[in-house]
């Protein structure tokens, strides 16, 4: 008889690690959220300090959060995958964190190229630009959410898009590529209070940090290269708006 233990399966084995139907709700309720933010910002263009802080800021990072329970008590539990298994990667050495933010910079100067061209093929975003302008921190309390929401938006959006959606759709379609493309699609469509423009350079970025992912096996490149450019974007547009430089 054998008495062998039975080998686990990979973490990137082409399997559903959630049912379909969590799938669809996930992907609804980004849209949704996505489509009250393009509202919001139709209807109220420029927002005041005290709504960017606790309706934009806080709201952001509280639905970000429990989009990630979402996934992980009633998606991944029920396939018993373990977040570490969606994210990849390890940190067992100090070498370890220093790779991927060497991985994570030299990637933040691909994402640029590609968006200058972008930008250049598509023309300047007066949308995106206006929609950032609302958005940016203006004082020291904002500045510090603004921080906070920009590693959260970091470690959620690519532990939601190029982790779990991206996982989940290449176990339903079989291709890795369309994989890829799809979840970046949603990630631009969420986008749209930046223009069509924003929408597009979005879904571009969304699929280089998919590709990111499966090259790297592993999310933390990514999540660093997110958060760190979500955060300095805005600091930087913040300081400038301050200083009444824009």
């Known amino acids: 008889m054998d008495t062998s233990e039975p080998i686990a399966n990979p973490p990137d084995e082409r399997r559903l690690i ?4 969590h799938t669809v709700v996930l992907v609804v309720a980004m849209l949704a959220y996505g489509a ?17 802080l606790l309706t934009v800021y806080g709201v952001t990072i509280l639905f970000e ?4 329970v979402y996934v992980w008590l009633l998606g991944l539990r029920s396939t018993h995958t373990k977040l570490r298994d969606v994210i990849g990667g ?18 933040w100067m691909i994402v640029w190229f590609f968006l200058i061209v972008l930008n250049l093929a598509l023309g300047q975003n007066k949308a995106g630009l206006e929609a950032m302008k609302a958005l940016a921190p203006r004082n020291g309390a904002e ?4 921080v906070a929401l920009s590693i959260t938006a970091g470690f ?34 969420t986008h749209f209070y930046e223009g ?7 879904t571009v970025y969304g699929a280089l940090f998919g590709v990111l992912a499966v090259m ?14 979500d955060a300095l974007t805005g600091v930087i547009l913040g300081l400038l708006l301050k200083r009444k430089i824009i």
Not at 196 to 202: C, S, T
């Open 18 to 21: 959630a049912p379909i139907w």
């Open 36 to 52: 009250l933010q393009l509202r919001r910002h139709t209807l109220h263009g420029a927002l005041l300090p005290h709504h960017r």
């Open 65 to 68: 959060l429990l989009l990630v």
């Open 90 to 107: 390890k940190w067992a050495r100090v070498t370890d964190v220093l790779r991927d933010i060497g991985v994570a910079i030299v990637f």
């Open 143 to 146: 500045f510090i959410a603004w």
């Open 156 to 189: 959620c959006e690519e532990l939601m898009f190029r982790g779990y959606l991206q996982k989940q759709l290449f176990a339903i379609t079989g291709r890795l590529w369309l994989a890829v493309a799809l979840q970046a699609l949603v990630f631009g469509s």
């Open 196 to 202: 069509w423009k924003g929408a597009v350079a979005v």
């Open 216 to 229: 790297r096996k592993s999310l933390r490149p990514g999540m660093i290269q997110h958060a760190g450019e």
